[in-house]
C-alpha cells in the first residue's frame, strides 16, 4: 500500500468517523424530551385517574374513523374457536350475545338480543336455578340481510358445543349446560340437542346443575349468536344429529375468515398481519353507531406506535408497561391509569414433586436437595410467603401499577372479602416457620433447590430472585438457584410436578369466583392438581359455591373459603395488575370494563366517536 | 437452442437445491423438542393440559422423516400448511405478503445499482481526491449504521419532528379506503401500479409518499455494496492496457470510461446486483418492522420466531426458487454484457 492509498483511507475514515458522531448526537437530542421516569408508589385503591394535561392544537384526524394500534391480532374470527383476547375484541363489534354486561359492571346485565335478562324474580330462571328462558328479539337482522331468529340461537350454543376444539373456550357451556368438566370428556349429540330448545319465541337452556355464573358466560364472545342458514352455506354444521362427529375439533375454524353477525359494525376485512377493518351497520337495529369505520392495526414495533399515536394517526394505543412514562404529560394525550384487571400471578407450591424432578437436589433433607413432600409441611409454605418482598416486587416489575390480593378471589369479583388478611415480608416469622418445618431438621440441616422461570420472563426472574436473596439470607444452609429455561419446558414441568414452585397468571374466563377458586383450591382445579393441593372441605365448598343461588350464601361459603385459602397457603397471590388505557383527547365515550378483553383498549366502539 | 438447454439445465437444479434446504430445515427442527413445539400453540392456564393433544395432532413426537413425509406429501397436493403466525394457509400468506417486498423492491433496486455505479465509477475517476473520500466515507457510513437504527432516526425527524410528512404502513386511511373499494380494481396488489393502472393519482401519490423513507433506508444501507465494487472494478479497468491504448489512440476521456472501460467493469456489479435483489426478496426484516410496511421479510421472521414451520418452509421453498432463478438472470446476463462468456 503506497502513501497516497494510506492517506486516502484515513480521510475516508475521518468522514466515516464524522457522519456517523453526527448521527448517534442527533439520535440522542431526538430521544431527548422523553420524561424522566419517577418515583413511584404502590396504590392502595383502584380507583381509576383520568389525566388530561393540555388540549391538543391539532384537528381531528380522520373523525369518522377509530383507529386503535396494537401489537397483535386475533387467531380466528370464528366465536366459538375464539378464546384469546384479540379476537374476542373483534367478535364483541360483530357478533352479539343474548345479554351483555351492563356498562362498567361485571355483575349487571342489560339485554341484547334477548328482550329481558332472565331473573327468578321476572320467571326467566327457574327457582331450583336449572331452567333459563329467553325471549329472543323479534325484527334483528344480520349482516346479510337473514332475519334472526330462536333457531338460530339454538344452532349458535349447539353449534359450539359440536365444535368443542381441544383447548378451546366452549368447556365454560359444557359445563353448566351437561355437567362435564372437561371439554374432552364423552359428550353425546343427545346431551346437546337437550341443552337448548327453542318454545316459540323463546330459547330455552336446560342446565345440568345450577350455575350462578351462566348469564356471565352468556355474555362474552363464545356465547354469540350466529345465522344457521348462513353457517351452512359456510361448509359448516348442518345441524343434524348424523354428521355432527364430522364437525367436531376441527383442523380449521369454518368460520376462521368470514363474519356475518348482528352488531353495531360488520367486517370490511382482515388484512392478516397488517390490519382489521370494520364498517358501521346503518341497519343496526340499536341505531347507527356514531362512528363509520373501526381500524385495528397491527404495529408490533413500540416506537412507530408512539410516533403514530403523537401524529394522530392513532387514537388509541397498546403501550407496553417499560413505557409507561413517556406519554404522560404529553399535549393532547389522555392517560387513565390504575384500571383493575381481572388477572392474578401467584407463586404455587408443589407439594408432592415428582421425585425424578432435577431441581430438588439430592431429593432428601440432608442440606443438599429437598424432599419431595417439602412443600406439604405448613411451616415451609408460610416461611416462603413471609419471605417475598411484595412491595418491592410491585414496585419493581409494575412501577406500582398493581396491588397485592389476598386470595384468587380479587378486587373486582363478587364476593372478595376486602378485610381479607394478607401476607407480607417478616422475616423474623419466616425464620419461625422454618425452624418448626420437619420438627426442626429444615433449619438445622438446611436445604438446596432450584426456582425456575421461564426465559427472558423478567417478572418472574425477579420473584424468584427475591425469594433466593431472602430466604438465604435467613441461614447459610440455605441455597436456592434460579434457573432459566424455555416456556415449552417450564410448562411441560409445571403439569408434570416436577416444579418445586411455580409463578403463573391467570385471567377471568367470567367475573365469578368460581372461576378463580376451582383452578387454585379444588383438587381437580388446573394448578392445585399440578400441587397436589387437596382438602376434601374445601372441595366441598367450592361444589357448594357453584351451585348455590343465593347471594347471601355463596358470600359466606366464599369468604369462608378465603379464609381457608389464607391458612392453608396451598399458593400466594403476588399481584393482580392495573391497567391504563391511552388515547388521544379527541376520542370520547370509552368506558371500562375489567372483564372485556384485551388491555383496557376498544371495549364497546359502539359507543364511542370523536371530536 | 443451446441457451434454451442451458435454462432448463438450470431450472431443473432447482429440484435438489430445494430438498436439500428443505433437509436442513427438517434437521434443524430436531433441535427442538415436541414439547417446546407444541408449547407455542399454548396460551393460557386453561390450555396447557393440551399439550399432548397438540404434540399428537401436529405429529410432533414422530421420527423426522415421518414428519417429512406429513409435510411433502401434503406440499405435492399443493398444500403448504397452515401460517398459524398470520392464521392463515402459507400459500396465501406468500401472496399477501409478496406484493409489499416487491414494492419496495421496484424502487430500491434501481436506485441502489444506478446510484451505486454512478457513486464507484465518480469515485474511481477521481481517485483519492476529496470526491472519492467525501463519497466513499458516506456509502461506508451508510452501510455501517444499523438498519432499524436509521429507520427509526428518519422517521423520527420526517414524520416525528415534521409531523405526518413521511408515513408508516403502506398507505394512508384515505388511499386505503380507494384501494378497498369495489371501484379500485387490485390487479397486483402493488399500489403505485394499480394506482397509475386505475388512474389514480392520488392513490399512487400518497404509496410513494410511504416508501419514501424504507426506501431511502434500504439504498442507503445497500448502496456501499455496489459502489465499492464497482469503484475497485472500475480502478482495475482503467489500469489495463486496452484503456492505455485507447487513450493513446487520442479518444477523449468520456469515450474511454463510457465505450471502455464502464461496460467491462460492470460484471462484479451485475454479480452484487443479483445478490441484491435475492436479498430484498427475502424481506427487509428491520426496515418493514420500523416503518410497519408488512412484507416477506416480517412475516418470515415473525413465523421463524414463533416456531411457525409450515410458514418458513413455505418461506425457503419461496425464496430458493429466487435464488436460483435470480443467479440464472445474472449469468445470463453476464454473456448479455460481456459476448465473450459462453453458457454451458
Not at chain 1, 543 to 558: L, T
Not at chain 2, 75 to 99: C, E, I, T
Amino acid at each position: 500500500m503506497n502513501i497516497r492509498e494510506k492517506t486516502g483511507i484515513a480521510t475516508s475514515a475521518v468522514i466515516v468517523i464524522v457522519i456517523v458522531i453526527v448521527a448517534v448526537i442527533a439520535g440522542a437530542v431526538l430521544m431527548l424530551g422523553q420524561p424522566t421516569p419517577t418515583t413511584t408508589t404502590t396504590p392502595t385503591t383502584t380507583s381509576p385517574t383520568t389525566t388530561s394535561p393540555t388540549t391538543t392544537t391539532q384537528p381531528v384526524k380522520n373523525p369518522d374513523t377509530l383507529i386503535y394500534a396494537t401489537i397483535g391480532e386475533q387467531e380466528t374470527l370464528d366465536p366459538a374457536w375464539a378464546y384469546d383476547t384479540a379476537s374476542s375484541e373483534v367478535i364483541m363489534s360483530v357478533y352479539e350475545t343474548l345479554i351483555s354486561f351492563d356498562g362498567t359492571h361485571t355483575d349487571k346485565f342489560v339485554p341484547k338480543l334477548a328482550t329481558e335478562v332472565p331473573t327468578v324474580a321476572n320467571g326467566g330462571i327457574s327457582a331450583d336455578g336449572l331452567t333459563y328462558r329467553f325471549k329472543i328479539r323479534s325484527g334483528v337482522k344480520f349482516h346479510n340481510g337473514d332475519d334472526l331468529t330462536p333457531e338460530d340461537v339454538e344452532y349458535s350454543f349447539e353449534r359450539a358445543m359440536v365444535q368443542n376444539r381441544d383447548g378451546g373456550p366452549v368447556w365454560m357451556l359444557l359445563e353448566p349446560l351437561i355437567g362435564i368438566e372437561a371439554a374432552y370428556e364423552p359428550l353425546t349429540f343427545e346431551q346437546i340437542d337437550k341443552a337448548v330448545e327453542v318454545e316459540g319465541d323463546y330459547v330455552v337452556f336446560h342446565l345440568a346443575q345450577p350455575y350462578p355464573p351462566f348469564l356471565a358466560i352468556l355474555a362474552q364472545s363464545w356465547s354469540s349468536i350466529v345465522d344457521k342458514e348462513w353457517c351452512i352455506e359456510q361448509g359448516d354444521w348442518p345441524g343434524t344429529a348424523e354428521t355432527w362427529e364430522n364437525y367436531r375439533n376441527p383442523e380449521t375454524p369454518p368460520l376462521q375468515e368470514v363474519m356475518n353477525g348482528t352488531g353495531p359494525f360488520k367486517l370490511d376485512r382482515w388484512e392478516h398481519g397488517v390490519q382489521t377493518v370494520l364498517t358501521r351497520n346503518d341497519q343496526y337495529w340499536g341505531g347507527p353507531a356514531k362512528l363509520k369505520n373501526v381500524v385495528i392495526q397491527v404495529v408490533p414495533e413500540w416506537t412507530t406506535r408512539k410516533l403514530m399515536f403523537l401524529a394522530g394517526d392513532a387514537d388509541i394505543v397498546d403501550v407496553p408497561r417499560p413505557n409507561i412514562k413517556e406519554l404522560e404529560g404529553v399535549e393532547g394525550i389522555r392517560v387513565t391509569k390504575d384500571l383493575p384487571t381481572l388477572a392474578v400471578d401467584a407463586m404455587f407450591f408443589t407439594m408432592n414433586i415428582d421425585p425424578n424432578s432435577e431441581w430438588i437436589g439430592s431429593g432428601q433433607l440432608d442440606g443438599n436437595g429437598i424432599p419431595p413432600d417439602f412443600f406439604a409441611d405448613k411451616n415451609v409454605r408460610l416461611a416462603f410467603a413471609y419471605s417475598f418482598d411484595y412491595e418491592a416486587f410491585l414496585r419493581d416489575v409494575y412501577q406500582g401499577e398493581a396491588i397485592q390480593p389476598a386470595s384468587p378471589v380479587i378486587e373486582g369479583l363478587s364476593y372478595q372479602n376486602p378485610a381479607q388478611e394478607k401476607y407480607h415480608l417478616d422475616l423474623a416469622k419466616a425464620e419461625q416457620y422454618f425452624k418448626a418445618a420437619f420438627g426442626g431438621q429444615v433449619w438445622e440441616k438446611g436445604f438446596k433447590m432450584t426456582i425456575l422461570y421461564n426465559t427472558g420472563n423478567e417478572p418472574r426472574r425477579i420473584a424468584a430472585e427475591i425469594l433466593k436473596k431472602n430466604i438465604e439470607s435467613l441461614n447459610p444452609k440455605f441455597s436456592i438457584e434460579v434457573a432459566a429455561r424455555d416456556w415449552g419446558t417450564y410448562l411441560k414441568e409445571m403439569v408434570a410436578s416436577k416444579l418445586t414452585l411455580y409463578i403463573i397468571g391467570w385471567l377471568a374466563d367470567y367475573p365469578d369466583p368460581h372461576n378463580f377458586v376451582q383452578p387454585f383450591m379444588h383438587s381437580a382445579g388446573a394448578f392445585s392438581a399440578w400441587q397436589g393441593y387437596s382438602n376434601p372441605t374445601v372441595d366441598d365448598l367450592i361444589m357448594q359455591g357453584i351451585s348455590e343461588i343465593d347471594p347471601a350464601k355463596r358470600q359466606q361459603i366464599y369468604y369462608q373459603l378465603q379464609q381457608i385459602y389464607h391458612d392453608d397457603v396451598p399458593s400466594v397471590p403476588i399481584d393482580q395488575a392495573l391497567g391504563r388505557h391511552y388515547e388521544r383527547d379527541w376520542v370520547h365515550g370509552w368506558i371500562y370494563n375489567p372483564i372485556w378483553p384485551g388491555e383496557p383498549a376498544l371495549c364497546d366502539p359502539y359507543l364511542m366517536w370523536k371530536g | 437452442m443451446e441457451l434454451r438447454a442451458y435454462i432448463v439445465r438450470r431450472l431443473l437444479l432447482l429440484i435438489p437445491v430445494l430438498v436439500g434446504v428443505i433437509l436442513i430445515i427438517f434437521a434443524l427442527l430436531q433441535f427442538f423438542s415436541p414439547v417446546q413445539r407444541a408449547a407455542l400453540y399454548v396460551r393460557s392456564p386453561q390450555q396447557f393440559r393440551n399439550l399432548d393433544q397438540i404434540i399428537e395432532k401436529y405429529h410432533l413426537n414422530e421420527p423426522v422423516y415421518v414428519q417429512f413425509f406429513y409435510w411433502i406429501s401434503e406440499v405435492l397436493k399443493g398444500n403448504l400448511g397452515w401460517s398459524k403466525s398470520v392464521n392463515m394457509p402459507v400459500s396465501d400468506a406468500l401472496l399477501r405478503f409478496l406484493p409489499a417486498t416487491l414494492e419496495l423492491l421496484i424502487f430500491t433496486v434501481p436506485l441502489t445499482i444506478f446510484i451505486g455505479i454512478k457513486l464507484g465509477i465518480t469515485s474511481a475517476i477521481h481517485r483519492d481526491k476529496p470526491v472519492d473520500h467525501v463519497t466513499r466515507g458516506l456509502a461506508i457510513a451508510g452501510y455501517s449504521l444499523p438498519a432499524f437504527w436509521l429507520g427509526l432516526m428518519l422517521l423520527m425527524i420526517f414524520y416525528g419532528f415534521f409531523t405526518g410528512l413521511f408515513p408508516p404502513g403502506r398507505l394512508g386511511l384515505d388511499a386505503e379506503m380507494v384501494v378497498s373499494s369495489a371501484s379500485f380494481q387490485n390487479y397486483t396488489y402493488i399500489h403505485t401500479i394499480d394506482g397509475i393502472l386505475n388512474l389514480r393519482l392520488d392513490v399512487v401519490l400518497d404509496a410513494l409518499r410511504h416508501l419514501v423513507l424504507p426506501v431511502t433506508t434500504l439504498t442507503i444501507i445497500n448502496l456501499a455494496f455496489i459502489m465499492r465494487i464497482m469503484r475497485s472494478s472500475m480502478l482495475e479497468t482503467l489500469n489495463k492496457d486496452y484503456i492505455m491504448m485507447a487513450r493513446a489512440k487520442g479518444l477523449d476521456e468520456k469515450t474511454v470510461i463510457n465505450k471502455h472501460a464502464r461496460r467491462n467493469a460492470l460484471i462484479p456489479a451485475v454479480t452484487v446486483s443479483g445478490y441484491l435483489v435475492a436479498s430484498l426478496m427475502a424481506g427487509a426484516v428491520l426496515t418493514e418492522t420500523v416503518f410497519n410496511y408488512k412484507g416477506l421479510g416480517w412475516w418470515s421472521v415473525n413465523a421463524a420466531v414463533q416456531l411457525d414451520v409450515p410458514a418458513v418452509l413455505g418461506f425457503v421453498l419461496f425464496i430458493g426458487t429466487v435464488i436460483v432463478i435470480t443467479n440464472l438472470i445474472v449469468d445470463l446476463l453476464y454473456a448479455k454484457i460481456d459476448p465473450r462468456i459462453r453458457l454451458g
